[in-house]
């Protein structure tokens, strides 16, 4: 079975492509897949988890650390690197079974040819580390200047983050500190390096980064190796990072590579043993679910209690480095099933934010929780009300995410539901959860609008999934998790009471009380979407059956710019059908028992050859729903492009003229959901019932997985002849 990502050759206009691709990752920190000699033009980046700046009024992004693996190679004078030499060879790889990082190149410069050949992994055992083992040889003896250490001269987006600069020598570590401009967070990364050579070793200060030049006379064909040891801390980790960082790398390297990697190994191994999914008979299915999975495992947050992942994962700065409702609809069910603690951990992020949550509502005039858009470190939003800029006028234009999307608050509200019904356990309630929930509940009160005339109540003026749509009426999807937050906080309510104690104190702590009635009535009047008598079809907000009925290919062709944004005021899918990704669709997809296999078909018939598919997001909802309606064979085409959209890199890149490329964990979530929740048909009641009823495309022989539901963990076999449920019985 392929576990060996591979490209060959330098492929120059693929290098910010490959930086994702290849990227390694623990949660903590994510470093791309650049090679070692490349810089801040490259796009090479170690990006930090949950820790932001602010340049002037630019977007806020997380940080890029100063990056502690640079290394490069001179002989005689020569610089010998992949961009200023002769490629011979050259092949990237990731072995995703372990998460480690591989490249050899063979390149010729004028007077000799260096055979390179380097191992790379952000260390499972210890978060704080990267670890790398470099190693060359020349066809000609030469005089060689090794230059490694710490570059500190990043790439960044929307920066540069550091106001300050300082360099540190202790004993065998070198250390840049660096303390960004908005917050104050000093940033430490500290490298150790030992070779099997003895060389004249230099200190050099230069260019906002500190290097050792090792100087030594090679011996033709003979095999040079460098181990570093890099670590990285904040002062968000620790009081005093500078220390830790430098006692660690020194550490580390003590312990030797061949130890740290056989401690990450060992981890990488536990991993997938809990997450692998296995598919007889289609390679190349097999193939894209595992690196889809690989990319999940590798940004999963376990190095705290409470955090989250952007929608971009660790790859960069696109996105700000925020968290979306990706998490909770497309990530979360990942997690929950394989590692329920990283699940929780994603929940823990939104109680520890609920904060943020209740002073937007509150800015824009509610009660109770308006997630952020955009969440970052507190839970406030870092959406702009200007978050596209306009290729044409290259003015930034209004868009309403941030003020309109408001089904983000039941995405959240669904998100801590998920995890005590597949955990079982209430300790996510008790722990801020019900609180979260409840004032979740509470905003949608405060949100909705009563109609008189329809004698019922509406949400008004709102976006759905489909954000091509601005400012629409009833999105049926909005409605209906609106609708089911409000069924889920009273639940939680009556759950509570079995904790009365706990109950009272809730409730006057939130001054609950007097909310309730409104919860019960708008349960019963919130008005939503149902399927036509006639033809089934779900209207996705009021109206949208009298926009243009087109295809996506005429509206494509009316573009001036490709680039072009396709929706908002004046875009050329906003009086449309065209919408962006699936809607209507998702709401059928979660809410599958509610609605008859007739009316699944119409939607996905009619809602299908009208969405362009213009978010990663959508791919694997087509795909799953398509699988309930029992067509595995539509489904396939859409599963193939979830769990591949970072293999082969075909995604949007930009958003008006906005760079929103990078790793997407939301599809890659949704690569997992399709093959399990979809042609495995997983189905797992309140009750902890778990059922599966598959349809497997016709080369799949045979598909396995494991899953935990309320704390016990299942093997899950389907094959066409039957399927088996079985206990795993931990020895
Ligand atoms: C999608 C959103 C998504 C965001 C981040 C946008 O293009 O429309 O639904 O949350 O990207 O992935």
Redesign the pocket.
């Known amino acids: 079975m392929k576990w060996i990502v591979g490209e060959k050759n330098l492929q120059q206009e693929k290098i910010v492509d490959f930086g994702n691709k290849f990227l390694v990752g623990n949660g903590y920190l994510g470093y791309r897949g650049t090679m070692e000699e490349y810089g801040k033009k490259e796009f090479t980046a170690c990006i930090l988890s949950g820790i932001y700046d602010q340049q002037g009024t630019a977007w806020r992004e997380p940080i890029n650390a100063p990056n502690g693996m640079y290394t490069k190679l001179l002989a005689d004078g020569e610089p010998y690197d992949l961009l200023s030499c002769d490629v011979k060879d050259h092949n990237q790889q990731l072995d995703m079974r372990f998460a480690i990082h591989l490249r050899e190149s063979v390149l010729s410069g004028k007077n000799n040819e260096v055979k390179v050949k380097s191992e790379r992994f952000a260390s499972a055992a210890d978060y704080h580390l990267l670890t790398m083992n470099y190693s060359f040889s020349f066809t000609h003896s030469a005089e060689v200047q090794l230059i490694t250490g710490i570059d500190g001269d990043v790439w960044d987006i929307n920066g540069p983050h550091f106001a300050d600069y300082a360099y540190h020598k202790e004993g065998a570590a070198l250390a840049v500190e660096v303390i960004t401009g908005e917050l104050h967070h000093h940033v430490v990364t500290a490298e150790t390096a030992v070779m099997n050579v003895e060389g004249r070793q230099e200190i050099i200060e230069k260019d906002k980064g500190i290097f050792r030049k090792i100087s030594f006379s090679a011996k033709a064909g003979k095999t040079y190796t460098i181990s570093k040891a890099v670590v990285v801390y904040t002062s968000e980790d620790v009081a005093d990072p500078l220390t830790l960082a430098l006692e660690e790398s020194c550490s580390a390297i003590e312990r030797g590579y061949d130890t740290l990697k056989k401690e990450h190994e060992k981890i990488w191994a536990d991993y997938w043993e809990a997450a692998d999914v296995i598919i007889e008979g289609d390679e190349e299915a097999q193939f894209a679910l595992r690196y889809s999975i690989y990319q999940l495992l590798s940004i999963a947050p376990r190095h705290t209690q409470a955090a989250s992942i952007p ?1 971009r994962g660790l790859s960069g700065q696109t ?1 700000k480095g925020a968290v ?3 998490t909770e609809m497309f990530m979360l069910p990942f997690f929950l099933y394989t590692d329920p603690e990283v699940g929780k951990n994603l929940m823990n992020y939104r109680i520890k934010t609920l904060n943020g949550a209740r002073k937007k509502a509150a800015e824009y005039g509610f009660r109770g929780a308006f997630y952020a858009w955009e969440s970052q470190e507190n839970g406030q939003d870092a959406c702009s009300d200007y978050n596209v800029t306009d290729v044409f006028t290259n003015r930034p234009m209004r868009t309403y995410f941030r003020d309109k999307q408001v089904h983000i608050s039941a995405d959240v509200a669904y998100g801590i539901w998920q995890v005590y019904l597949l955990t079982g356990d209430r300790s996510i309630l008790l722990d801020g959860g019900a609180e979260v929930i409840l004032e979740c509940a509470r905003f949608y009160c405060s949100f909705s609008y009563y109609k008189e005339e329809k004698e019922r109540f509406e949400l008004i003026d709102v976006i759905g ?1 489909d ?1 091509y749509h601005e400012r629409v009426y009833n999105n049926a999807y909005t409605n209906k998790m609106a609708v089911y937050t409000i069924k889920i906080a009273l639940e939680t309510l009556e759950l509570l009471k079995e904790e009365p104690n706990f109950y009272e104190a809730l409730i006057d702590k939130l001054n609950y009380q007097e909310d309730l009635e409104g919860i019960i009535r708008l349960k019963r009047m919130l008005y939503v979407p149902e399927p036509d008598r006639k033809t089934g079809l779900i209207e996705q907000f009021d109206g949208y059956f009298n926009l243009e009925d087109t295809t996506v290919e005429e509206v494509r062709s009316r573009l001036i710019n490709p680039k072009e944004y396709w929706g908002g005021a004046y875009g050329v899918a906003s009086d449309t059908q065209i919408i ?2 699936a809607d209507v669709v998702l709401l059928l997809n979660l809410f599958k028992e509610e609605y008859s296999q007739k009316d699944k078909e119409a939607n996905w018939t009619y809602y299908e050859p009208r969405t362009e598919h ?4 959508s791919a694997c909802i087509y795909a799953m729903q398509a699988c309930d309606i029992g067509d595995p064979e539509w489904a396939y085409p859409y599963f193939m492009k979830t769990a591949s959209v970072d293999l082969t890199g075909e995604s949007k890149q930009f ?1 008006g003229t906005i760079y ?1 490329g990078g790793t ?1 964990p ?1 599809a890659n979530g949704g690569a997992w959901m399709t093959a399990v929740l979809g042609f495995g048909g997983l189905k797992v009641n309140e009750a902890g019932i778990i059922t599966v009823d598959p349809v497997l495309p016709e080369k799949w022989q045979k598909l396995s997985f494991k899953i935990f539901v309320k704390g016990q963990q299942y093997k899950v076999e389907i094959s066409k002849q039957g399927s088996e449920i079985m206990k795993v019985v931990k020895s």
């Open positions: 929608a996105y979306f409702w990706d999934p954000e962006k990704q213009g978010s990663s997001l958003a929103i997407h939301a």
